[in-house]
């Protein structure tokens, strides 16, 4: 049976988009690019089956929908870069066996120029269709939050932008029926730069907020009270906040496509929050030492391992850092995460705690590292014989903070 969406790639972009058309009442096909970090609880599966949804059972049944969305992963490679691997797959098994009229759209993150560059190429050379003129092309920035339950893709609005004016009102109908509301960029490189403006704008807010955690701490100025008065402004300023570093899919691209055409802005962001690990390391080592204790031999308990509160996701979590450094200093490591029943780090298993408050009270050193709503900090702040919190919330004098 022919679906009207086909969503290609069902990581942490496809998915939720997804689960948005299938509530719109959208007939929707899922297809894999390959391994994709991402899941659906029982029962969001159950809802999503009982809507239309359905896994590809082959490459054959993308030729038979109305629209594509690639929402392959595009990792950081080793040099930096985007992988663009699972992108270029997606787009040669599409284009295989698209049809004219198809509307393709892009949410992948990628570098402007890409969509016309790169993706369009592969579509025309593999169907033997012009974009724009046989097949609408766009390029739409994913805007997901995992977890975040206040804004959703049915309330956020969604930004366009098309190789013609014919593309991008074609993809608009089609989020259309997803969204609030949605916004006309004037082509595919505007569309993909407000992809590299917003990812890079939480990266550079959230380093100077790390470099301000730095310098608050050798100042004795308390950063957290800092912004609970500097967020009262009410223009002009946005808080962020501190932590051991910075996980999740939205990589920092200081690339704008083109040799010497880099953000230093960007360079400098991701230079100070790489180094957030080793200085929460070095903060646990002169805690240790202050108390008389010393790194080597050392029992630490790391909390919450994960990128985001009250989510199983471990992409990018500064948690792995930390646990290396850790155990490179002599301390033996062992951690506890609800949502995570297993963890391991350069493929060796890390300890987990059964009981959160024997295991903080036997430790030297407890350190929240993320804070999953079910921690209770007021007892964990008694039962832990040292705690540092990284994030900020525990009560004021509780534990030694970032």
């Known amino acids: 049976m022919p679906a009207d969406l086909a969503v290609i790639g069902l990581g942490p972009f496809g998915l939720p988009l997804?689960?948005?058309?299938?509530a719109a009442g959208i007939s929707t096909l899922g297809y894999r690019t390959g391994p994709e970090p991402g899941s659906l609880s029982p029962a969001e599966l159950r809802r999503m089956l009982s809507g239309g949804f359905r896994h590809a059972t082959g490459p054959a049944e993308l030729g038979r929908v109305r629209t594509a969305v690639i929402c392959a992963p595009t990792p950081r490679a080793a040099d930096g870069t985007l992988d663009l691997s699972q992108v270029e797959t997606a787009a040669r098994?599409?284009?295989e066996r698209m049809r004219p009229h198809t509307t393709v759209i892009l949410e992948s993150p990628v570098h402007p120029g890409t969509t016309e560059n790169f993706l369009r190429p592969l579509l025309e050379a593999g169907s033997g269709l012009v974009a724009g003129r046989d097949f609408h092309l766009a390029y739409s920035p994913n805007r997901v939050d995992p977890g975040n339950r206040e804004f959703t893709p049915g309330n956020t609005p969604k930004v366009i932008g098309g190789l013609t004016p014919a593309c991008t009102e074609s993809a608009a109908a089609f989020y259309g029926r997803l969204t609030d509301?949605?916004?006309r960029a004037r082509g595919l490189r505007e569309a993909e730069t407000v992809q590299l403006l917003e990812t890079n704008f939480r990266h550079v807010n959230i380093a100077l907020v790390n470099e301000m955690a730095v310098l608050c701490h050798d100042l004795g100025v308390d950063l957290w009270d800092v912004i609970r008065c500097a967020e009262t402004k009410p223009f002009g300023f946005q808080a962020f906040r501190p932590g051991p570093g910075v996980g999740g899919h939205g990589v920092p691209q200081n690339l704008t496509g083109g040799p010497g055409r880099s953000l230093r802005m960007v360079e400098l962001?991701?230079?100070v929050n790489s180094q957030m690990p080793r200085y929460v390391v070095q903060r646990a080592?002169?805690?240790?030492?202050?108390?008389?204790k010393s790194a080597r031999g050392a029992r630490v308990l790391l909390l919450g391992v994960t990128y985001k509160p009250d989510?199983?996701?471990q992409r990018g979590t500064p948690a792995r850092e930390i646990a290396v450094r850790l155990t490179e200093l002599g301390a033996a490591v062992s951690y506890h995460d609800p949502h995570v029943p297993s963890w391991s780090?350069?493929?060796?298993p890390v300890p987990r705690v059964d009981s959160l408050y024997e295991a903080?009270?036997?430790a030297d050193l407890t350190i929240l590292l993320q804070h999953h709503r079910t921690y209770d900090l007021q007892g964990l702040s008694v039962k832990a014989q040292l705690l540092l919190d990284t994030r900020g919330t525990t009560p004021t004098g509780a534990a030694h903070r970032l």
């Open 18 to 22: 997804a689960q948005a058309a299938v």
């Open 93 to 95: 098994t599409l284009a």
């Open 181 to 183: 509301k949605v916004v």
């Open 269 to 271: 962001a991701e230079q």
């Open 285 to 292: 080592a002169a805690l240790l030492n202050e108390h008389g």
């Open 311 to 313: 989510l199983g996701d």
């Open 345 to 348: 780090v350069l493929e060796r």
């Open 360 to 362: 903080a009270a036997d």
